[in-house]
Nanobody, 121 residues
Framework: QVHLVESGGGLVQAGGSLRLSCAAS????????MAWARQAPGKEREFVAT????????TYADSVKGRFTISKDNAKNTVYLQMNSLKPEDTAVYYC??????????????WGQGTQVTVSS
């Protein structure tokens, strides 16, 4: 199985930036598509970005397109989410996920524990 640990969350002012990291262990992520999802209080979990196993393809939710960038370093077994121009509505717990099915996937096989991102106005 794949164990995922997110880091890099925190408190930031609107307009600021954060870079989230997802360190994987147990198996290489070279053969997994990866994703970032978030869940705000009282809201359903929402996929915000996905990346193919090779890192050559990405998708983004409309709400974050142009502001967030997902990347994948297979050598480091790590996935990143660069978040720029953050808005208060980006406040949520952000989760990393791995999917062995065809990219993009809607039902990941593994989830991390999440990291809190809070954007103040």
């Amino acid at each position: 199985q794949v164990h995922l640990v997110e880091s890099g969350g925190g408190l930031v002012q609107a307009g600021g930036s954060l870079r989230l990291s997802c360190a994987a262990s147990g198996r290489t992520i070279r053969n997994y598509a990866m994703a970032w999802a978030r869940q705000a209080p009282g809201k359903e979990r929402e996929f915000v970005a996905t990346i193919s196993w090779s890192g050559g393809g990405t998708t983004y939710a409309d709400s974050v397109k142009g502001r967030f960038t997902i990347s994948k370093d297979n050598a480091k077994n790590t996935v990143y989410l660069q978040m720029n121009s953050l808005k208060p509505e980006d406040t949520a717990v952000y989760y990393c996920a791995a999917c062995s099915a065809h990219w993009p996937c809607s039902s990941p096989d593994y989830w991390g524990q999440g990291t809190q991102v809070t954007v103040s106005s």
